[in-house]
């Protein structure tokens, strides 16, 4: 089990059947699966809030407003999004497909950094 604080609120996090069935990944849909874990893991490594929320209230059990609640009120998610990142890169039923698209996804992430820099020094 993984835990992370936000603001003042301890979360466990633990991945289970029931976290994967509210992130959309179902059973025998290995094409949708795979989307679905892209997405997620996108979001997480992105610093997309709304994915943060998802996958605390997925992987806690907690209700969707106080987990916002404690999103809104804290001053600092890294950990909230270091802690979800890892969760899914080590659990081992999300470790595999988590390993597939990780990488090109940081990459991409790499590519698009260098692509910003590069406009602004243009500017």
């Known amino acids: 089990m993984t835990q992370v604080e936000l603001n003042g ?17 179902v059973k025998n849909d290995f094409e ?5 874990i892209g997405n997620i893991v996108m979001g997480i490594v992105g610093g997309d809030v709304f994915a943060l929320m998802e996958a605390l209230t997925a992987l806690s059990g907690k209700s969707e407003k106080e987990v916002q609640n404690d999103i809104e009120a804290s ?11 890892n969760l899914l890169q080590s659990s081992p039923m999300t470790k595999k497909a988590v390993g597939m698209v990780l990488e090109p996804m940081k990459e991409a992430f790499k ?5 910003m820099v590069a406009e602004v020094k243009k500017a």
């Open 111 to 115: 590519d698009i950094d260098k692509k």
């Open 75 to 85: 001053d600092d998610l890294q950990p909230a999004f270091d802690a979800v990142e």
């Open 32 to 36: 949708n699966t795979t989307q679905k």
């Open 9 to 25: 609120t301890t979360y466990d996090l633990k991945m289970t059947f029931k976290a994967l069935k509210a992130f959309g990944i």
